[in-house]
Every structure is written in structure tokens, then in C-alpha cells.
């Protein structure tokens, strides 16, 4: 990843409250799965039409997130069945900004992604009393009704465009809470572009359309899950494993 950490510098800088424009917490969210290797790549064509996040002279941050869900695993179960209107709630640390928010994430039946949340003190598991509001207020779940079930890290880039932002995340690696059962994914990248609206003809999806890299559904929750925890029904996801596996073949080659 050693190109990537070169790239990254070839933009020209935003800040936080430079991208405030951009917040998007109710939004359309289209991803993309692609190869590690074509990383820098995708970035080296993106130079002249984005940003790039700066914070403390950092451009590359690193993320953690502890995910919540039902003993019986009903928001994965959900997002599986193509249920519309489906929640997500998790616990999300920003290393580099030592800052972690509790987190809920609801998919509406229009393809919207509204995202609510609460900076969060609390280092233990238990939720706090104004938590507990929280989650009945954003969300149809109590939260002694909710379970730890997957821990999750990453490294993210952040690009700002004039009217959207794109998430790139890479070095993904997923561990059960429980055991000592972990997973990693270093042959592709999530790339996430969050638009008020959809529209076509953005510079990072022409660029993804040219170097073949197409629009697919990810869940960083469903596929870790279905990963580590073998009871899980996981049928729909075959599609997604296999498209890693190709990946990978071709990484490792």
C-alpha cells in the first residue's frame, strides 16, 4: 500500500469543517468492490477533480467499529431477506481523532441512508441511560435487547467533491467478540459514494467504469458476519464471496 500512501498526497487538502457541505447524513449511498492492486490507480485519476481529508497533517485513517444486533441476529437477517426500511446499529471509534460515536443507520424503502448518532464517553459495552433514549428514539430496538457481535477495523481515505463525497475503505478485518475467530480482506477496497441524490456522470464513476470496476451492494456488517459465524444463513451473499475470491486469485498472482 506503499503507492497509495504516495497518491494520497497528490491532492490538494479539506478540512472538517471545509467538507460541511458535503455532511450527507441522509443521503444515496452506491458502492463499488475493487482491487487492492488498481487502488492507486483509481486515485492517481481522481487528482485533479477532489479533495482529500486532512486532519493533523493525516490523510489515511484508521477506523474501529463494534457492530450491535439481536441474540437471534434479526438486522442481519434483515438486510439478507431484502427487507426494506432496516436498521444497523454500531459503535464506531475515529482513532486518529480519539473520538467514538454510537450509531444508528436505517435504509429506507426508497434507497435513502439516514444516519443519526451521539458521541459516545462510555468505554464498556453497556449503554448509558441517554443511550437507551437514543436507540428507542432512531431506531425500533431497546438496547438491552442488543448483543456485541462483530468487531470490525479499517483504513479509509475521504474524497470531497462539490456536491458528494467518496469513502474509500481497504484493509478490512472483522473479529468475533467472543472467540478468537478473525478475517481479513486485503485484496479489495470498498469504495462508497454518497450523493444528496442519484446522478450519473461523476468523474469517480466514470473512472470506475472505465477501469471495469461496477456498482455492488456491501455490507461490512453482513460479510464479516457470514465469515466468522457459520450458522448464519448466508445463501445471498455467495455472489459477493465469489467476486472476492476472483479478486484474490488475481492479487495473489
Known amino acids: 500500500m506503499l503507492d497509495v500512501h504516495n497518491t494520497v498526497e497528490k491532492f490538494q487538502a479539506i478540512s472538517l469543517i471545509d467538507m460541511e457541505h458535503v455532511s450527507l447524513m441522509n443521503r444515496i449511498d452506491t458502492k463499488f468492490i475493487g482491487s487492492s492492486d488498481n487502488l492507486s490507480l483509481v486515485l492517481n485519476e481522481l487528482v485533479d477533480e477532489y ?54 443507520k436505517f435504509k429506507t424503502n426508497k434507497g435513502r441512508t439516514i444516519k443519526n448518532r451521539i458521541k459516545r464517553d462510555n468505554e464498556e459495552f453497556s449503554f448509558t441511560d441517554h443511550e437507551h433514549d437514543f436507540l428507542q428514539n432512531h431506531s425500533p430496538f431497546e438496547g438491552q435487547d442488543l448483543e456485541s457481535k462483530l468487531f470490525n477495523h479499517f483504513k479509509r481515505i475521504t474524497l ?59 455490507s461490512k456488517y453482513c460479510m464479516g458476519t457470514a465469515s466468522i459465524n457459520k450458522e448464519v444463513k448466508s445463501n445471498m451473499l455467495k455472489q459477493k464471496f465469489n467476486l472476492i475470491k476472483k479478486i484474490k486469485a488475481e492479487f495473489e498472482n
Not at 441474540?71 to 444497523?88: A, T
Not at 486485503?186 to 472505465?210: A, D, Y
Open 160 to 218: 470531497v467533491g462539490k456536491t458528494e463525497r467518496v469513502t474509500i475503505d481497504f484493509d478490512l478485518a472483522f473479529k468475533d467478540p467472543e472467540d478468537d475467530i478473525s478475517i481479513s480482506f486485503p485484496e479489495i477496497f470498498i469504495l462508497e459514494l454518497k450523493q444528496e441524490k442519484f446522478t450519473l456522470g461523476s468523474t469517480v464513476q466514470k473512472v470506475l467504469k472505465e477501469n471495469k470496476i461496477r456498482s455492488q451492494s456491501f
Open 51 to 104: 479533495k482529500i481529508l486532512e486532519i493533523d497533517n493525516c490523510r489515511v485513517f484508521p477506523y474501529k467499529t463494534e457492530y450491535f444486533d439481536t441474540k437471534e441476529f434479526r438486522m442481519y437477517e434483515d438486510h439478507q431477506n431484502g427487507k426494506l426500511n432496516r436498521y444497523k446499529v454500531r459503535k464506531r471509534e475515529y482513532v486518529h481523532a480519539k473520538q467514538q460515536y454510537l450509531e444508528v
